[in-house]
């Protein structure tokens, strides 16, 4: 087995960059209806102004802005009305100085005018003859065409992560379907001879299968698309042919518990035999998590993850999702942290760094962090956290009343 | 018409939660593979201990930890060696005094042992002899059966929105499927005669429809199952007709558009036609999005929406999505706000609740929140939007340099 240095989270990110910027995902074309949380794989310009012409924003009358100007109440202003716009259909009419025509909110403007009057600013004398009371300044109640959206803007970009109000705006602009990547799809691979699935019967020494619930759902949220998953023994052969017979499937394996004490040997051993470039990295200078498997075999990735449920789900979100979003080439997100207060003195002198599960308390305006303490390995410990903290390897641990960034669980 | 007095946003989520309370969402049991954010329908109480064993965290040697007092490496412990526990597998040896026998991480301890030597801190001097160079107290490196996990403990209750750590968690107990509320079923009618469906091509007076795909899209992300969506005319016998074709097959109806100035009293009309209790309230005092409508048909919900977008989606998330949690019976989730810095002075003087969209720019250390300016009702601002801020009734508008809290868009 070659040796591998122990990495810090952030060189592994950057390897991982490295090793998958390349990757070449297929892409699939979307109804809008579907294609909320997915990720572009093309730039989309819009083929049209949006709107299409000048469009009011209220209801009342279009006018030339210069026949109002210095009307007041005591001394209006009179104009001729020369018709109405309907909703939705083109208008012919042409205003000239001196004239006007009734609007409806989102109603197209006539040619000739430049601005709209409320209507509470008005008094209409009779069905042609109309008082404005306040003046108005040209463009004012007024949408312009292409004032939105302009006729070949790109509106978004390869890569950009479709949210609720980005489907609007492609429906804006008159897009019916978009093309996306397809979701990567992945397979979990569970080990450890003590582990079964829930769907058994557990047997005294035995535990069920945490990780692989824990992990699948995760990365469902994150858009993967895991094609499903089953157990092997931790021996060559079985993980060998688990691998080999899934990975012309799916752009990458997980084996969870993989890089646990009884495991790992294995792991390498079978990564080795599966071909080039082979083992990434092994090792993360990371608490906990220290042992963690990445590699890449022809284009697709297989992780060894750790068997420790707090550990595996840290390094799920620390590098696997990053991964995910490497293949997908997803636009930089920015990830916002909660601010809140540590409540209590937890030392952290080991050179690595930490990742700390913690609940999270109100009071009054501010939040307050506690580690989540107990056993290693607890999944109810999990369930009850809020999210977790990071401590750098050279900090030697955080104070009580010190202020912390959470991460969101 | 009644009249209905613009309330608050508060009262209109009492108003909700008075009238949707007892909503009956029926039931459906899923794999645990595809739980995650679904709501429990039922307390879910372990049936086992987690572990059902007292279970190593290390590798090395269980044994009695009294055995251990005051050894060192220059006085070591001696004992005998009578066996080891293997992985998964329930283990017959019985630990006396001066005895101990190797185990794995995670494997089952042997009766009479109470503490696991780590093996880094002994030295084997043959088959049957053990040195322990450090000594340990009774329970270190165990996890004791139940640790986790009691027997009868109520692991999560009716209304729990599952994480991925709880389908974990949920594994752990051996649950292998759950009964989970099934998903709110809604349908979106888009109103106004100048809107048409991106797929319909675009004549001079017209708009694509773009609240209805915003809307769905965030819907389904807040796990509603939207099962579809069709334009009605500003009729009241059309619009009638949508709604009671479709009102038997969903739990309510989104009227896009229902509100506006030219739909409200057709939505108005058309409810008060349909049954009782009717409205609930018509108004809010909010900016954006005063005209919204929220009637009761039946146990049935119908909203009128404002067709202004941001008005739409602001409303959207204020006041549908909690309704969602009402009738899914969510438990209360804390709501975590970014906090950032106001970039520029911003009047807002009119007595009501104001929600203003805003772009977040990371500075040193904070984020500066700015407004995001532009004629009411553009689409193109909205998708460059990275959340919203609310501005109280009572506050005159928020000053450059004051402390403001996101809601994440």
Redesign the interface.
Known sequence: MEMFKVKPVDKVLELLKEHFDGFKLSTENLL??A???RVLASDIKSK?D????N?S?V?GYALKAVDTFGCSESLPAFLEIIGEV??????KLFIENGQCAYV?????LPSGSDAVVMLEYTEKLDDITLNVLKPVSPNQNV?LKG???KKNDI??KKGHL???????????????SVEVFRKPRGYIIST????V???EN?????????????????L??AGAN?IGHSHAKDRFEDLKHKITKILPDVDFVIISGGS???TKDVTVDVINSLGKPGIITHGLSVKPGKPTIVAKIGDKAIWGMP?H?VSA?VILKRLVLPFLDIILKKEKQ?I?K??AVWGQNYPSNHGKEEYVMVS?T?SEEI?IANPLLG?????????K??GFVKIPANKEGLLSGEEVEIE??
């Open positions: 809008l209806d294609a909320e949380g049209i949006v709107p299409q012409f469009r924003t209801d309907n909703m939705g259909e083109e208008t409806p909110t989102g109603g197209m949408i004032d939105d959206i509106l978004f479709l949210k609720p109000q980005d489907i609007g705006a492609l429906a804006a602009i008159g897009k019916s450890g001879d003590e582990i699935s829930p769907t557990l047997r005294i020494g035995q535990v069920n299968d945490i990780n692989t619930y824990t992990m699948l759902s995760e469902k949220k895991i646990s004490v009884g068997g449920p789900l920015m916002y909660i601010k999270l109100p939040l056993k290693s390995g607890l999944i109810s410990l999990m369930s956290a809020d969101l669980l």
